[in-house]
C-alpha cells in the first residue's frame, strides 16, 4: 500500500510539474505575441506619421492560438482590455453612483441573450451596494454572511458573489447541452482600464451596444 501510494504521489508530482511548465510555455507564446504586435504599432505609427496604432480582432494576438507541450495543449487567448466596460466606473470619485456609467452597464445586460431572465435594476442596485463605502446598504442588507465588499471589484468574476448576478451569466457559456454559447459578463467587462473609452474595434456586439441609446 505504501509503496503504491509513493508511486502515485510521485506521479501526481511529475504531472503538476509537467502542466505548471505547460501553462509558463503558453504565458511565452502569449507574450511573444503581445510583444511582436507592440514592435508592429511602432512600426506602423513611424510609418504613418506618429499616428497611434489601433487594436483589431484580425491582428495575429487576437487569433486562438493552440500550443501543444508535451502530452498537453495549452490555449491561449489574449482580448483587449479596451474592448470592455470598465465596472468600477459605476462608482464615481466621491463613491456615489456614475449616472452615464450605470445607463451603460444597464445597456449592456439589456443587450445580452439572456436579458430576459435578468432584472437589470436590481443587479445595479445590488453591484452599487456592494462597492460603495457604505457599511450596509439597502441592497445588501442581510444578504452576505461575510458582508459586502464596500470597495471597488478586485476582479469581474466577484460579480458572481452579488445578489442577483447568476454565476452562468457572469462566466457565459461556450455551448452544448442544447443552448447556443453566450458571453458572460466576465467576457464584456474589466477593472483595468482607467476610463470610459472604448476601443471599438474588436469589442463585442453587446458591449458595442451600450455607447448610446441610439445604437
Sequence with gaps: ???????LTARDR?????ARYALRSGAQVAAFL???DARADARDAQAEGGAPATDHSAEPWAAPNEHPVGDYTVRIRISDERARLNVNLLLNAEGGVDAAARARLRRLFLALPWSATLDAEAM????????????????????YEEGARNARLETVDELSSIAGFDPLAVSGWAGGRGLDPFPGLADLLTRWTADAKVNVNPVP????LTLSDAM
Design 1 to 7: 500500500f505504501s509503496s503504491t501510494m509513493r508511486l
Design 14 to 18: 511529475a504531472e503538476a510539474v509537467a
Design 34 to 36: 503581445l510583444r511582436s
Design 124 to 143: 445595479l442596485d445590488a453591484l452599487a451596494d456592494w462597492m460603495d463605502r457604505a457599511a450596509e446598504g439597502e441592497a445588501e442588507a442581510g444578504l
Design 205 to 208: 456586439r453587446a458591449a458595442l
